[in-house]
């Protein structure tokens, strides 16, 4: 059974920064993409960012370019996205996702909620 612990998100201030957290277990398949998205209230989900484990190369949506960064930690099946310069409007829940590619997820993690506030 896969199973992700998402951790990291809270409520901070503009300007802030968090990291968000992707611990995933019960993998029993080679998955080749990490992500994360988003969804805001009354929107539909977005994605925010994708790490191709095959050639490394790395996506960014427009609003997250130059502001966010996806990593990894093989060794803790752990995949980060650290959150600089936040707005309101990166305000939302945020899930991460594993798959076979940086279009199609398989398993998706419960969502850890972000809220930008002054």
């Known amino acids: 059974q896969v199973q992700f612990v998402e951790s990291g998100g809270g409520v901070v201030q503009p300007g802030g920064s968090l990291r968000l957290s992707c611990a995933a277990s019960g993998l029993t398949r080679r998955l080749y993409a990490i992500g994360w998205f988003r969804q805001a209230p009354g929107k539909g989900r977005e994605g925010v960012s994708c790490?191709?484990?095959?050639?490394?190369?790395?996506y960014y949506s427009d609003s997250a370019r130059g502001r966010f960064t996806i990593s990894r930690d093989n060794a803790k099946n752990t995949v980060y996205l650290q959150m600089n310069s936040l707005k309101a409007d990166d305000s939302a829940v945020y899930y991460c996702?594993?798959?076979?590619?940086?279009?199609?997820?398989?398993?998706w993690g419960q969502g850890a909620q972000v809220t930008v506030s002054s």
């Open positions: 996702a594993v798959g076979g590619a940086c279009y199609e997820w398989a398993y």
């Open positions: 790490f191709n484990t095959i050639d490394g190369a790395t």
